[in-house]
């Protein structure tokens, strides 16, 4: 009888295996499996030290991880320090110097680090013992060495250094700052000059003020029985003496009240690295945030949420586009984020904004929903598959004090999650209208269009605010460099050495009568000028090399004092060769933007100590305008001389177009009709009677 | 006396090594030549479902570099029987992940689903073995999603395009000349018709490894796999052109200027090809240059004179006879000439020294400690199953090939240390901060 059951069963597996497929359905899922979390064991040591247990044999290995749970600190002038403790702990002990201890984990093909709030040790179980000689060494012994700490700090600089080049190190932090503050632990950002402030005995003190048992957990997991684990905790950890350990409490951030966008410039960038985000107040184990965990599965948490099918899937604007939602004891926060091109920057914060108001404003689809929880649940499942993910439930579940069955009814909670709630939990979390915009990339390709969702402001790649025309500056970028490439824009140095005169005829038309002016400039300082109209002489003004003297309708004026020194530059046939030849002062002054193009502006302060500002262009590097600013009769006004169409004349460039201001509503529009290099000129031209 | 000792020692070193846990599987040929792997592991209720193409950036032509790695890419989009994007979210609507990799050699496709949904695993690399769609909307779309990839991990980043600079300068004929992802330009010139060609060539069973890892039974899974994948035929055989590399004969030495605080060396050595006794040599070599904070160049370049904040060496483990880096980070305030000497003399140390029989034997327990935790997930044991068959043509290596690196002495690392660390046949590049 059994048989044939058995017959009748094969028959059917073979009938089935040769019956036609249809390919056109997705195949069933077969019945589902429980997803059991596995066991672990849990208690505590005389000196408050709680100890988890997790044994799994998979493979012949073992780790075990120290946990501190203290309040998170403000670093203060020395922004860094906890992040040296765990390595100068790891660097030498009363028993071993560093490269003892080096060798010895490597030895045993071991890796054994630590931080300012754990130590962690894991190697094959065969070489346990060994591995917990050295790690309890690093416990108990540190010999916090002043070389090792030297070693460390010039490290942490290097690594500084380069951070500076890397647009997801400069956007985390520029973000920390907005969202957090700098007086916040999340808000503290480490600068070159923290690192000289800190002492071995800033890390003494905290190392003798925090590694305590009663603040602590131990995580055992792998291949060792739970019997052998209490035998280990207890010998080595039984005698670790406990301590007071003091608590601090923070202010709130809290969120904009109205979009900021900030930009930070990386000239050389091809992408942006975008980042929408704010605090959020949020408590790990609270039922909100298994609410928030779904909703931002189908906002962003995964390849199959929205913002990526929309904004890779769809547009192509980048290769990863994503959101998560952080809960934290002290404060959370929402973020969304993505690598896009520079280009459709602007485009891709509208479809950031778009699906976070999407997801406050519209019922979620039962499918979708559905989809986005079996995401959850199925990575749930698979971290099930380390043991190390059981160990740090457990520690979870101490740590926030949550129910004993969380992870047990972790899968039904999630399951249970309605589009109702999902609307209602996105509405508190999700703010459009709420955020930083961070974008770090090349901002003069999309500063512009940024406006249109908030408030731009303009930060270095510290988080500090600078002015926005300074900000577009890119690295390295100086006023000399800006003056040396027009000189060698307009003929190079050595060229314009041998320049010894410059005679230009222009033409320019006003309120209907034509205007004919002759300009000559002689080396080193000697200059004419004179406008005519219908034949006669309108105005002259020659300058000698040392005194000048303007003449016309309106009599005669000798220009002597403050004024000559000025006219004595300005007469020069390139002024700029003197700025750098004399040392004068000079100092980058922002970037305009000047017929569509970037144009650097460098201030000069002229012999008589007025600020002129010029600016060159940015990729022709000519100058392309000239500001001053002038006591008119309604107060200061600023003046712009626009030059363009640069025309080579016997390997000389100069502009032939002019535009003069001749009051703050009138421009004048000149040509240039002829420029003659090197003319003979007659020797009582620059003559003063 | 003391020799006899030592050798003792490494015999029972020797008997103690890798054979604790041994990694159980069976493999077969469907009559369509498409080789299958399986290995079960009921602890957890996960399954991961692989397939692995023998076809990498070396297959590539003159002019469509980047395009094995597009090509999966679209692989990954669309079928006869699957809408645009149902690879992705059919998978995770099962609550599983997926993702697909592309090297030198070998293209590779996984997802890791709940043990349930093994057959949708066998339908989507089904699905994507012999009725893929390529199209133009999944060419374009993806077109720009590869382009941002390139910025994103080359392009955008500090010393992003090293690896990159180091192959064009190491090869002359050979494919590996180029870098996996390919230039901006030959991306842009990708047609769909060159996908269909690329397809038909090399996307047929008879190319391909189904390795699959986890909770499954394994009789009822070899029906399944008979059932999704043993109806279609086989492909035509696949015509290689194996491209040597010409010896290098004069030491090619060159400057990169790029986005970067801090310069960088890189010496770059031809090596022999993965899985030759040479290779295995020049990995321990590798290995003791580098892994591990105790070893030579992080201890003396990093540690003791601080000329270095960076410093490795590593191989590409490639299938053709490829190259070995050895490179360091200068520390701010370092040159390149100092950092170089320091490099060139721990080089010059395994040329000249037998490394000591107790450094050798901890480059040995390292290697056992990685060999036995890269079996840690299946997702991995799907991976290192398919890739030994795929690149070694020995599945079995997942539990032998320890052996490999037990059987190499010291005296051949040194033997290969003298051949293959020469001056004339390598690249040395400087990495330099760009000037402003």
Do not use: C
């Not at chain 1, 965990?293 to 948490?301: C, E, S, T």
């Not at chain 2, 374009?140 to 941002?148: A, D, F, M, Q």
């Not at chain 2, 910025?151 to 996996?180: A, C, M």
């Not at chain 2, 034997?361 to 890269?374: A, H, P, R, T, Y």
């Amino acid at each position: 009888m059994k048989n044939t059951y058995i017959l009748i069963a094969l028959l059917f597996l073979s009938f089935s295996a040769f019956s036609q497929l249809d390919r056109s359905k997705k195949p069933e899922a077969a019945p589902a499996k429980e997803i059991k979390i596995g066991d672990y064991q849990k208690f505590e040591l005389k000196n408050g030290l709680k100890v988890i247990v997790v044994e799994n044999k998979k493979i012949p290995r073992v780790a075990f991880s120290l946990i501190l749970d203290r309040d998170p600190l403000v670093e203060g002038d020395k922004v860094g320090y906890l992040s040296m403790v765990g390595q100068l702990m790891r660097s030498g002990t009363t028993n071993r110097t560093k490269s003892q201890l080096d060798e010895e984990v490597d030895f045993i093909g071991a890796s054994l680090s630590a931080s300012s709030s754990s130590i962690f040790g894991s190697s094959l179980t065969k070489h346990q013992n060994k591995l917990l000689d050295l790690m309890t060494d690093v416990l108990y012994n540190p010999s916090f060495p002043e070389d090792e700490l030297d070693k460390i700090k010039k490290q942490t600089v290097s690594g500084l250094k380069s951070n500076q080049d890397d647009p997801n190190a400069i956007s985390g932090n520029v973000r920390s700052r907005l969202l957090y503050g700098s007086n916040h632990p999340y808000g503290e950002i480490q600068l070159e000059e923290h690192v000289e402030n800190i002492s071995v005995q800033d890390i003494k003190d905290y190392y003798k003020t925090y590694f305590k048992p009663n603040i602590a957990y131990l995580a055992i997991v792998g291949d060792i029985t739970v019997k052998d684990a209490k035998k280990i905790a207890k010998a080595r950890f039984g005698k670790w003496e406990r301590g007071d350990v003091p608590t601090v409490k923070y202010d709130q951030p809290s969120a904009p009240e109205k979009n900021i966008v900030a930009l930070v410039n990386r000239s050389n960038s091809v992408q942006t690295v975008l980042n929408v985000n704010y605090p959020i107040d949020l408590k790990p184990g609270s039922p909100e945030s298994i609410q928030a965990r779904v909703m931002n599965q189908v906002l962003g948490g995964g390849s199959a949420s929205r913002l990526f099918l929309n904004i890779r899937g769809d547009k192509g604007f980048t290769y990863g586009a994503y959101s998560s939602i952080s809960s934290d004891e002290l404060v959370g926060n929402f973020n969304a984020s993505a690598s896009v091109r520079t280009e459709v920057t602007d485009s891709s914060t509208v479809e950031f904004l778009y699906e976070m108001g999407r997801i406050g404003s519209e019922d979620v689809e039962e499918g979708e929903l559905q989809q986005a929880k079996n995401v959850i649940i199925g990575g749930f499942g698979r971290s099930l598959e380390r043991p190390q993910t059981i160990a740090s439930f457990a520690i979870s579940q101490e740590r926030y004090n949550l129910d004993e069955n969380y992870y047990n009814n972790y899968v039904k909670n999630i399951q249970a999650v309605t589009s109702q709630e999902v609307k209602e939990i996105a509405n508190t979390y999700i703010k459009p209208e709420n955020a930083f915009i961070v974008a770090v990339g090349k901002t003069s390709e999309f500063a512009d269009k940024m406006a249109q969702f908030g408030e731009v402001k303009h930060y270095d790649i510290y988080g500090n605010e600078v002015d926005p025309s300074l900000a577009k500056l890119p690295e390295g970028l100086t006023a000399e460099s800006v003056l040396n490439k027009y000189l060698d824009a307009v003929g190079g140095k050595e060229n314009l050495a041998k320049l010894n005169s410059v005679k230009m005829n222009m033409e320019a038309s006003m309120m209907g009568q034509t205007m004919q002016m002759e300009a000559s400039k002689m080396a080193p300082n000697k200059s004419v000028m004179e406008v005519k109209m219908g034949g006669n002489v309108m105005q002259k003004i020659v300058f000698d090399g040392n005194k000048g003297k303007a003449s016309g309708m309106a009599g005669t004026k000798m220009i002597e004092g403050d004024d000559a020194l000025d006219l004595a530059l300005t007469s020069s046939i390139f002024e700029e060769a003197v700025y750098l030849e004399k040392e004068m002062e000079i100092r980058l002054a922002g970037v305009e933007t000047i017929e569509g193009n970037d144009a650097y502006g460098v201030e000069v302060i002229s012999p008589s100590g007025k600020s002129v500002t010029r600016y060159y262009d940015s990729e022709s590097g000519f100058l392309v305008r000239v500001t001053n600013t002038v006591d008119g009769p309604q107060g200061a006004m600023t003046l712009s001389t626009d030059f363009s169409d640069y025309v080579e004349y016997d390997g000389y460039f100069f502009p032939t177009k002019l535009k003069q201001p001749m009051n703050a509503q009138m421009k004048m529009d000149i040509s240039v009709t002829e420029v003659i290099i090197n003319a003979e000129l007659p020797a009582d031209l620059f003559k003063i009677e | 006396m003391k020799k006899a000792i030592v050798l003792i020692l490494s015999i029972t070193a020797l008997t103690s090594f890798g054979q604790e846990r041994r990694i159980e599987f069976e493999e077969y040929k469907l009559s369509n030549g498409l080789h299958v792997i399986l290995h079960r592991d009921n602890s957890t209720p996960i399954v991961a479902v692989s397939s692995a193409y023998h076809v990498g950036s070396k297959d590539e032509e003159v002019g469509k570099t980047g395009f094995a790695h597009f090509f999966e890419h679209v692989a990954s989009r669309k079928s006869t029987n699957i809408p645009v994007g149902g690879f992705t979210e059919y998978v995770s609507d099962a609550g599983g992940s997926r993702n697909a990799t592309t090297n030198f050699d070998r293209t590779y496709y996984y997802e890791l689903l709940p043990s349930n949904q093994l057959e949708l695993g066998l339908w989507l690399e089904s699905e994507r073995m012999f009725n893929m769609v390529v199209d133009t909307g999944v060419v374009e779309t993806e077109r720009e999603v590869v382009k941002e990839e390139r910025r994103l991990r080359n392009d955008n980043q500090p010393y992003g395009t090293l690896i990159e600079e180091i192959l064009v300068r190491s090869f002359t004929k050979h494919h590996y000349r180029w870098p996996v992802i390919g230039s901006m330009a030959d991306l842009d010139n990708a047609t769909v018709a060159d996908f269909e060609a690329f397809k038909n060539k090399f996307y047929v069973p008879n190319n391909a490894v189904l390795s699959i890892a986890g909770d499954i039974e394994i009789e009822e899974t070899k029906r399944l796999v008979e059932l999704y994948f043993g109806e279609f035929a086989k492909g035509p055989e696949i015509k290689r052109e194996s491209v040597m590399e010409p010896q290098q004969k004069m030491e090619v030495v060159d400057t990169v200027y790029d986005n970067v605080q801090l310069p960088a060396l890189v010496m770059a050595y031809h090596i022999p090809a993965i899985g030759t006794d040479d290779y295995y040599a020049m990995n321990m070599l590798n290995l003791i240059l580098a892994n591990g904070q105790s070893s030579r160049m992080n201890k003396k370049l990093v540690d003791e004179t601080q000329l270095a904040v960076f410093a490795g060496a590593f191989d590409l483990a490639s299938e053709d006879p490829g190259i070995s880096l050895a490179f360091g980070v200068a520390n701010a305030g370092i040159s390149l000439v100092e950092l170089g000497d320091a490099m060139q003399s721990e080089i010059d140390r395994m040329k000249n020294e037998i490394v000591p029989e107790k450094e050798f034997q901890k480059v040995l327990n390292q290697i056992e400690n990685n060999f036995i935790s890269g079996n840690a997930s299946i997702a991995g044991i799907a991976g290192s199953l398919a890739n030994y068959y795929l690149i070694r043509g020995n599945t079995n290596l997942i539990n032998t090939e320890l052996e490999k690196f037990l059987a190499v002495t010291p005296q051949d690392v040194q033997n290969a240390a003298k051949k293959y660390l020469k001056d004339s046949n390598r690249v040395t590049l400087h990495w330099l901060p760009k000037p402003q």
